[in-house]
T-cell receptor, first 114, second 109 residues
Framework: DAGVIQSPRHEVTEMGQEVTLRCKPI?????LFWYRQTMMRGLELLIY????????DSGMPEDRFSAKMPNASFSTLKIQPSEPRDSAVYFC????????????FGQGTRLTVV | GIQVEQSPPDLILQEGANSTLRCNFS?????LQWFHQNPWGQLINLFY???GTKQNGRLSATTVATERYSLLYISSSQTTDSGVYFC???????????FGQGTELSVKP
């Protein structure tokens, strides 16, 4: 398997613009997770899905952030409107179901909002 | 919530030296993973180790779940080992992880 695939790898956008990050999980993984990495807060969970259904979005920082998973092989994280403080690296991860399973991460999307 | 503390925060080694990184967590967990974030930002899985000991080449890890800590050993370090090492724990679904702040390792030639 190619692993978790994220796109784009880098995104530079102007404040106020809409940004969409994309993720393809590992085939057969029922769980998909979106994480954000910043210098101040480290790596933190934003939202996760089980079988395409959002389970916990308590980590989503504001209503400007939304995530969808229309099918088992695709998820998006959208920021509208974007702000400079949203600049970070956004990671997608996937895992098999169950508590005793290993998570695998994509290469991340480095977002810069100017 | 669960607290994850890693030590030391920074470490500088000469190539060939050995090191031990520590991860303490504040509550019982079902899942523990070690990651290496390389200078390009990729998070690379090193070990999935909720308990016991595992080895992979020059790296090994031990988790003592009853005492709430895990150790990552790096032997004969190489410059390519440089980067940040993260410990992450979970108590629910496998991928729902709480990360420590990381140990930044720099290996000098």
């Amino acid at each position: 398997d190619a692993g978790v695939i994220q796109s784009p790898r880098h995104e530079v956008t102007e404040m106020g613009q809409e940004v969409t990050l994309r993720c393809k999980p590992i085939s057969g993984h029922d769980y998909l997770f979106w994480y954000r990495q910043t210098m101040m807060r480290g790596l933190e969970l934003l939202i996760y899905f089980n079988n395409n259904v959002p389970i916990d979005d308590s980590g989503m920082p504001e209503d400007r952030f939304s995530a969808k998973m229309p099918n088992a092989s695709f998820s998006t994280l959208k920021i509208q409107p974007s702000e400079p403080r949203d600049s970070a690296v956004y990671f997608c991860a996937s895992s098999l179901p169950g508590q005793l399973t290993e998570a695998f991460f994509g290469q991340g999307t480095r977002l810069t909002v100017v | 919530g669960i607290q994850v503390e890693q030590s030391p925060p920074d470490l500088i080694l000469q190539e060939g030296a050995n090191s031990t990184l520590r991860c303490n967590f504040s509550d019982s967990v079902n899942n523990l993973q070690w990651f290496h974030q390389n200078p390009w930002g990729q998070l690379i899985n090193l070990f999935y180790i909720p308990s016991g000991t595992k080895q992979n080449g020059r790296l090994s890890a031990t988790t003592v779940a009853t005492e709430r800590y895990s150790l990552l050993y790096i032997s004969s370090s190489q410059t390519t080992d440089s980067g940040v090492y993260f410990c992450a724990v979970g108590i629910f679904e496998g991928g729902k992880l709480i990360f420590g702040q990381g140990t930044e390792l720099s290996v000098k030639p």
